[in-house]
């Protein structure tokens, strides 16, 4: 069983950044593909950005593009979210996604993700 631990979530200002991390337990976390979701309440959990097992490979939404950066660590077994020029809308629980094993491949579906982290909040003040 794969199990994901994020952090770095905070309260910051507009224009600030922040990295978040997600760690994972389990000697595989190098052959699956990794993504960053966010949620706010009252809507559904939305796609930000995924690499693929290689990290050679990214996607993003189109919200995000050009201020948020994913990238992974295979030998640290962590997958991190770098983002910048943060904006209110931003604002939302900040979840690590992980796909089955063997999955090497960038999904943006939810549904395309077998595990999943507690979540941490990411506050942006005006």
């Known amino acids: 069983q794969v199990q994901l631990v994020e952090s770095g979530g905070g309260l910051v200002q507009a224009g600030d950044s922040l990295r978040l991390s997600c760690a994972a337990s389990?000697?595989?976390?190098?052959?699956?593909?990794m993504g960053w979701f966010r949620q706010t309440p009252g809507k559904e959990r939305e796609f930000i950005a995924a690499v693929a097992s290689s990290g050679y490979s990214t996607s993003y939404t189109d919200a995000v593009k050009g201020r948020f950066t994913i990238s992974r660590d295979n030998a640290k077994s962590t997958v991190y979210l770098e983002m910048n020029s943060l904006k209110p809308e931003d604002t939302a629980v900040y979840y690590c996604?992980?796909?089955?094993?063997?999955?090497?491949?960038?999904?943006?579906?939810?549904?395309?993700?077998?595990?999943w982290g507690q979540g941490t909040q990411v506050t942006v003040s005006s």
């Open positions: 996604a992980g796909r089955r094993i063997g999955e090497r491949m960038i999904t943006q579906q939810a549904t395309g993700y077998d595990y």
């Open positions: 389990g000697r595989t976390f190098s052959t699956s593909a």
